[in-house]
């Protein structure tokens, strides 16, 4: 409960004294009672006044038109707020008081209450005490003492309470009587705020009438602008009429005028219609005769293909009679034909080079003529311009080159021009000889032709009338103008280039995001390659392109077009979607419209913010291709007149289609070209030269011809004897030769008189579609024999496609009898199996044939061949039965047949058959191997082995055999296991199969038994095992324990127990602890010891400790997998060898090749300098146990081992070995005895991931030292964390200490794959000591622990001010004076500093809402901001007032006191803040000022603290003091305690100080002196020293005692008057009041209680 007394007793002295003062001025003596004109109270409110233009004055009394004074509604206003505050006060008062009568109730209740409890709790401990019950005795002595205490605590409050509500009730009381004092105030306030309120409404009126006014002015300024804007209106639509009426007219004239236009128009378009269907006719006639005549000119060239084929096969035939004949006569045919052709060749390129001659004459005369014409018109033109004539050429429309080209083709069809081609020019222009096939010209149709065009000229115009006179030449628009070549001149290219360069510098920018620069491609598009296949003339394809945007940001698309090469026929369509963002795609069309058929390849570029980027584009033809199966074909051997056939697949994987031939009897024309006779470059030549005859090509491209190049024996060749018979007929002068191929109808075979054994079958058709296929039949039709061989080739009719060969060979014998297989082949036979075959024997023999069966000596125990004789058929088979039954004597018995190192048997077998000599042979292959297996070792001994556990051995099962073989194991124990598949499988041939014999024992005794392993065929094999079963005295609750994928530097953990479950001896009743069949085990308390292997990140706690029999003890298996020091200061070590250029070379590394240096330059250098002995990394290399753990580089490649980390597994086998006794009863020095046998085994499985989050800064630490961090203050470090797994992890983050200094900032609750943030831990420390606190930042895949360590350090700094109050003493008023302190920083940190006055901070008005200072009685000064200079400056100032002190360091620091003006209570407070934070000091600071310089100092306050805010003339001061000297009164209380026992006298101090001043004065010390010392005395006072004389700069204390004398009153307080006189500069007089009264010690008491 608050008091109070101290809230607001400084307040209610505030305000009595302010209320007082307004009482001794006089307040509500108005000068208008005194004798002044009244206020009237009401006003006339019917005053007449007009509303018109002219207001006509109300005539105001004169004593209304005075005002109040600004002061007289200050002091009017200080003394409402002042009663306010007392009427406050007392409500305050009252309510409080009803508030400590509510609480002394509530008291008394609670007292009662603890009463009756109290005794209730008496009673139950008497009635407990007789029932004996100590313990429920004790917890009620307990309860009795707490309601004790209580009681006391209640009764103590009870009377402090009393006692408050007492005090505040007498104050109460005293504050009614104040207020009853001050009616006389209160009226006179109530009749001051009536006058003013009277006065207020009478300047009301006034403003209302002048508002009145001010609005009739203002709605006769609106009527006036309502008027005008009417007028505006009335002329605005007036005006509008006659525009809309005009307008109307000249719509009409418009109407009239733009029909007779239309008419024009549409006449105009209708007489163009006409003229272009006319045009267009005429056009589609043309192409009709066109096609009339190619049709036409196909049927002449088919009809000459079929003369020459028949020409060239009567040319064939002549030549094989000539040849017939040469051979006749005994000459060389070859030779013969060799001569004759090259003299052809001859004769055909002497044609060809008079043709070339007489082409070149002509175009010599076609250049002349032409250079002479114009130099006839270059004369004609200059004479007319020298005569002075105007000449002009007659308006000729020249037609178009597309009209001109057609025109001329039109003139081809209709015979009317001849066409002019040559072989030299196509041989220049066309590369190829197959393609140089024209017809020629003779010289005199050349020259025909030349002058036809030097003569040609437009004598009739295409438009009728366009010659006329009266018409007009059209002037053709700027848009219909013809096209440019497509790219432009070479100038506009450049100029283009230009312009793009430099507008593509101010388009494409850098994209730099996150510190990187994107490099690249922008875009990625769906698909990579637009690819357009296997398409049509005509046609038009679409096709979709997805643009996805690859880069980081934000990224533009434009397209900037295709090449110009595709120009024509591919068209984009992309609308720019504008800014896109990282991913978002967009969709391209492409349309292809193929106009030619021919393969197109180009690029798409776009442009992007970032750069240009091109997308492929490809279209392709349909095309054949062409493949064989296979390019050989092996018939095998056969006996001669059987017929075998093989076929041979020709595949298309084209689009397109053609026909093919299949040609025999290749090798010939390989032979003839490969003859020495014949050189490449005469076959060369001869094919160049020679063409075929072509009609119109550039119409004719879309149909697919094929040319075959010619062999020398297809041309035609003159007999010796149709020369000599028949002169030789010159070749024409422009005949050409043809060659053409022949009709595709089938395939052609040609015939010869010797017929091959391998020929082509029957094909049922001769042309291969797109995606198909065909199958050539081959028949091999053995005649003699011996081997045969034939090759193919197959051509296709398309050019493109290249010729296919491929090759068939067969081998034909003759016998009589044979074999069919003459290899029987048994594969793979075992030792003592039965293998049976039929082997077939057939006959070409019209006649039966006796047949005998042999088999070879050495072999007739193993193999026999039933029946031994028999007969064969004519021309039938006989079967005969082989058994083969091998014995182990095989190797010895066959000798020379069998291979022991490769165990195969190669029998031959013979048949006798009668009436020939040369039997029959085949041969017996068998591959014969054993069929053991073998165990190893032979005997397993599994040793000690415990009931909990699982003992297991590894054998090894090996095959001997070299056929797989089945097995099993068979009869095997309940406590036996074999792995894997239960000792059942399969073992491959030779194979050596590891398999595991698991021991599981379960009972303790001596186990010895036999394994028992089966073979399909009924073989066995045994292996003998043994072991010893062993029952612990102690067992674990789980044997193994399989930890989940722990990340790296995370933790598991697993809880299981120890369990001691042997509790009896009685081996009948249940199994009870023993070796085998040994002595049991003891009972008793029993040890333990978990034996963990050397660097092995596991931890078990407990790992000792002793279990009582029947109990349990809880382990903690603790697995924290970590890299180890060896495995990081070995990458430390790679990582200083590639900084140095050094590689590691591999394990295993081939030889180098002689005179091969595998190393390059720059290693070898680097391994140089590493070799050299004085070599300052030499040591670095060979010694990494130097590297420090806490090292940059350490650290480093900690991190990079972490992010690389792989996935591990390991598995650890921790034994626990067992001892009887209880481990707390050894010595240290004395070990247990744990025995071998009684031993548990603890089966960790430990798989250890990459952690899925990481410290992705300060090198991957994890330990962040804050370092010294002062009290109070605050340090931050950021931690970046990443994702370094390939999906999405959300982050929890452990709860750190509430109360603790640290502090997570900004969590972040997830992070994407990749993905790194920044979390921010701050420390601040509340206290002098170090913190150490773990957050661990929890995922699903694991744990990232982070340790955070600070220090807090006490920012402490050291005071020379003692007491935090300064008192500068008195000082005379103008002057100035100084004092210094000095602060100490006595901490290690440097501490910023900053000192601040309170009077000089933005919060001192705080103060002002306050209760007074006055109404507390206890303390008189509480407020800190005292009297103020009247100038605006601070009293007080501070020099320096911020800085840095460093440790141990000390600041001086100087305070200076100047005031303007008297007063004796200038004060501030002063406030060291450190770090702009924490205020560590607190120091008052206290002066006085004086205009002379004497002072007494002493007695009880009767002045306020607070000045008033206004500022007192000086003048007035004087003219009221001017002849009376000022007295100032001192009161002092004196109490006198009175005791038992001695009392001492009351006393009081009084001090009289001279200051020391700078100023020139008279006197240099001052005198005081005290009237009335008789009478004092004799009131029993006693003052020393009654006068004296006081130095500058010093004080002197007079000392005032009191002792009551017999007479005194102890009920009236003794009041004596004195003076007291100070001389010095001036004379001042002090009126002493001493109040004396006697106190009781009982009263004193009470009050200090």
Known sequence: MADFRFQNKDDLTETISNLEEFKRDGFGELQGEKGGDVISKKVDENAPFDFGWKYKKKRIPPNRKKKVTYKDRVRTLHLRRNINNLDRIQEEKRFFVMKTKQDLDACQQRIESIQKQKVQVETEIQMEKEAHNSAAVFCLQAMHQRLCTELEHEKDLETKISSILKENEENMWHIEIEEGKFSTLRENLKEEEAKSAQLLQGQAEERLIQAKMAAVRIERNKNFRLQKAMEREKNYRLHHQKVISEARKNHKIAIKFLRTTLAKVHKKEAKEEKKSQKYMKKRMDAVITLKKHITTNRETLHKLRAWDQAKIRLIKKKEEAEKEVIAAQGGDAVKQTLQEKRSIELDIRRQLFAEEQKFRRCEIVARLLKEEAYDEKMKQRQLDLESGKRWMIKAKKFPSLKERTWDHFVDICEGRVPVLTSVVDSQKHSPKPERNRSLSVGSAEFAELINNQEEETLTEPEIMGLWTEKYKPYKVPKDEVERKPVGGTKMEQDILANTLEKLRSGIIHKQVVSGREFKGCPFYSKPDLIHFKNFHVGKTYKKKMTLINASYTINYCKLVGVEDHLKDFITIHFDPPGPMSAGISCEVLITFKPMINEDLEGNITFLAQTGSFSIPLKCTTKKCVLSLDKELIDFGTYVVGEIVSRTITLENHGALGTKFQVHTNIEKCDMAVKSPNVTDSTLYSLDDKVTEEKTTPNLVDTQSEVYCPPSLDIIPVMSPRASAGHPEEPYPEHATITIEEPPYEGVEINPGEDQTEIKLGEITTNEIGPFSSIKIPIIFTPIIPGSSEAKFQITFKNSNCSPLHFTA????????????????????????????????????????????????????????????????????????????????????????????????????????????????????????????????????????????????????????????????????????????????????????????????????????????????????????????????????????????????????????????????????????????????????????????????????????????????????????????????????????????????????????????????????????????????????????????????????????????????????????????????????????????????????????????????????????????????????????????????????????????????LCPCRGLQPKESKDIAVSFSPRESNMFLETLEIITKKGTLTLSMLGKGVASTITCSIEGNVLNLGYVIVGETTTSTFKLQNSSTLPIKYAIFLESLSLMRNKEQLQLPGFVNNSERRTNIIGTQNYNGHSVFSVSPVDGVIEPGKTQDFTLTFSPDHESLYFSDMMKVVLFNKKISHQILLKGAAREHMMFVEGGDPLDVTVESLAVIASSTVDERWEDSEEIKSIILTLEYIQLDSASTPATRELQVGCIRTSQPTLKKSIDFSLDNLHLLQHKGFTVEPSRGIVERGQTKTINVSWVPTADFDPDQPLVVTTSLVLRGDVKETYRLVFIAHVVSEWILGDSLR
């Open 809 to 1304: 060979v067969g081998l034909a014998i003759i016998v009589p009898v044979w074999v069919p297989k003459p290899n029987v082949d048994l594969k793979i036979c075992m030792y003592d199996r039965l293998y049976q075959d039929s082997v077939i024997i057939e006959t070409r023999s019209k006649a039966a044939l006796r047949l005998k069966f042999e088999v070879c000596k050495e072999l007739q125990k193993h193999i026999e061949l039933l029946p031994e004789t028999g007969y064969i058929q004519a021309q039938s088979s006989y079967s005969v039965q082989l058994k083969f039954l091998p014995r182990h004597s095989l190797p010895e018995d066959a000798g020379e047949y069998f291979d022991k190192d490769t165990r195969v048997l190669a029998a031959p077998m013979t048949i006798r058959v009668a009436d020939q000599k040369r039997p029959v042979i085949f041969t017996v292959h068998a591959v014969v191997t054993t069929s053991d297996l073998e165990i190893e070792p032979k005997e397993v001994d599994f040793g000690y082995c415990t009931i909990y556990e699982a003992v297991y051995t590894k054998i090894t099962l090996i095959n001997k055999s070299l056929l797989p073989q089945e097995f099993g194991f068979i009869s095997i124990p309940k406590y036996v296991d074999i792995q894997p598949n239960d000792g059942f499988g399969v073992i491959l041939p030779l194979q050596t199969l590891p398999l595991h014999v698991i021991f599981k024992p379960s009972k303790a005794k001596e186990y010895d038994f036999q394994l028992l392993c089966i073979t399909e065929i009924n073989r066995e094999f045994t292996l003998s095992c043994k072991a010893i079963g062993v029952y612990p005295p102690l067992e674990l609750s789980h044997y193994r324990v399989k930890f989940a994928a722990t990340a790296l530097f995370d933790m598991s953990t697993v809880t299981l127990y120890v369990i001691n479950s042997h509790t009896s001896m009685n081996s009948l009743t249940h199994a009870v602890p023993r070796l085998g069949s040994g002595e049991i085990a003891p009972m008793g308390p029993t040890s333990f010891e978990f034996l963990l292997p050397d660097n092995a990140p596991i931890m078990i706690i407990p790992s000792v400790g002793t279990v009582l029999p029947g109990k349990k003890c809880m382990i903690e298996v603790i697995f924290k997998p970590v890299l180890s020091e060896t495995t990081i200061k070995k990458e430390v070590v790679k990582m200083r060898n590639r900084k140095l250029g050094v590689q590691t070379a591999p394990k295993k590394e081939a030889p180098p090749k002689k005179g091969k240096i595998i190393m390059s330059a720059a290693p070898l250098k680097a391994a140089v300098r590493w070799l050299k002995p004085h070599s300052p990394h030499k040591k670095e290399r060979h010694k990494s146990e130097k590297i420090k753990t806490n090292s940059e580089e350490y650290l480093i490649a900690k991190a990079t081992l972490c992010r690389d980390f792989q996935k591990q597994f390991q598995k650890y086998v921790i034994p626990c070995v067992i001892a009887s006794g209880d481990i707390k009863d050894k010595k240290e020095t004395e070990p247990m005895n744990f025995s071998p046998y009684n031993t548990l085994y603890l089966e960790l499985y430990c798989p250890t991931v990459a952690p899925s989050i990481i410290v992705a800064s300060d090198n991957g630490k994890t330990v962040f030292n804050f370092g010294d961090i002062a009290v109070g203050h605050r340090g931050i470090k950021r931690i970046t964390i990443q994702n370094i797994c390939p999906e999405y992890l959300d982050l929890e983050f452990s709860i750190l200490d509430p109360y603790g200094p640290f502090i997570l």
